[in-house]
């Protein structure tokens, strides 16, 4: 057997029968203490800086203050594991930006469950593989560019140095249409002139240097 000291947990939740359960799954595991429960936000606050636990196993939807406040006022202090019914980004990315160091689903087996507070309580971050899918599908997939492709047009012929009355020519507009988009393009990255959009749209990815002439 092992000498290590048990990992010290404060459950919260708002239901009382899923605390019952949670904690006679930790309490008939040597290596664990539950050393409080919580049914919201801001008891699970009060009772994380008068017991410091290893570990706050923090539901997330819960009356008056929420898990994510509640993170959100914890995570400098101990090791947040977010235990949840919901997968979604809405739920998923406040959470971890919030300081959670992991997510997981109310449907995780008794082992992912133990085997994810002992990763917690070392640091270790912990995902539910659906919230890992879900995470590396927002790192694939760009989000979408506030600008128009007529106005990714015009901020193109902008970056090359034309005029207004040059980018008419150009696109087969007007001078007034071109300010239009060139207003609209401002508004949009929240700039004041053109040197700033365009340095904002290449911060952003939206435009990408051209190579050198004679280059491939």
Request: hydrophobic share 45%; charged share 25%.
């Amino acid at each position: 057997m092992s000498d290590a000291a048990p990992i010290r947990l404060l459950i919260v939740d708002d239901h009382p029968i899923v605390r019952d359960g949670l904690v006679s799954l930790f309490d008939a595991d040597p290596g664990f203490e539950v050393a409080g429960e919580a049914g919201d936000g801001a008891e699970a606050i009060r009772l994380a800086r008068a017991l410091h636990p290893d570990v706050v196993l923090m539901d997330l939807r819960m009356p008056g203050t929420d898990g994510l406040a509640a993170t959100r006022e914890l995570a400098a202090e101990t090791r947040v594991l977010v235990l949840t019914t919901y997968d979604t980004d809405h739920h998923v990315l406040p959470a971890i930006e919030a300081g959670a160091v992991g997510y997981l689903l109310k449907d995780a087996t008794r082992e992912d469950l133990t085997r994810a507070v002992r990763a917690a309580a070392r640091g270790e971050p912990v995902l539910a593989p659906s919230v890992t899918a879900l995470l590396m599908d927002r790192v694939r997939t760009p989000p979408p560019s506030p600008l128009s492709p007529r106005e990714i047009e015009v901020l193109r012929l902008i970056a090359a140095g034309a005029t207004n009355r040059e980018i008419a020519t150009k696109l087969f507009l007007t001078e007034a249409t071109v300010k239009s988009h060139t207003l609209s393009i401002y508004a949009k990255l929240k700039v004041n002139d053109r040197a700033a959009a365009v340095t904002e749209a290449f911060h952003r990815g939206l435009l990408t240097p051209r190579p050198p002439a004679g280059t491939r």
